[in-house]
């Protein structure tokens, strides 16, 4: 099994800063890529930046230049450094890795979720 934490969401106000972290635990040979999803209250769930294992990186439109994600690979984790946040920031932040359990079986993994508030 495996196992994604999120941490470091809250209520922020607008033009403040949040850092969410996910480590992955488990069972597994190695993780792909990793990314940050983002749902809003009624939408659907829509990536917000994702990242390779050797550190290329990609974000929706709405959060490039406020928002940089960062991996460290020997602890398994992901993180979202989210600055000059918005209002439409405002969702339930899900951690994603792509995981090689081993060299022939690959699975996609969601963690729990983190709650993000940002008050205009």
């Known amino acids: 099994q495996v196992q994604l934490v999120e941490s470091g969401g809250g209520l922020v106000q607008a033009g403040g800063s949040l850092r969410l972290s996910c480590v992955a635990s488990?069972?597994?040979?190695?993780?792909?890529?990793m990314g940050w999803y983002r749902q809003a209250p009624g939408k659907q769930r829509d990536l917000v930046a994702r990242?390779?294992?050797?550190?290329?990186?990609d974000y929706t439109d709405s959060v490039k230049g406020r928002f940089t994600i960062s991996r460290d690979n020997p602890k398994n984790a992901v993180y979202l450094q989210m600055n000059s946040l918005k209002p439409e920031d405002t969702g339930v932040y899900y951690c994603?890795?792509?995981?090689?359990?081993?060299?022939?079986?690959?699975?996609?993994?969601w963690g729990q979720g983190t709650q993000v508030t940002v008050s205009s």
């Open positions: 994603n890795a792509d995981v090689m359990r081993s060299s022939i079986i690959r699975g996609d993994y």
């Open positions: 990242i390779t294992s050797g550190g290329s990186s």
């Open positions: 488990g069972n597994f040979r190695s993780i792909n890529r």
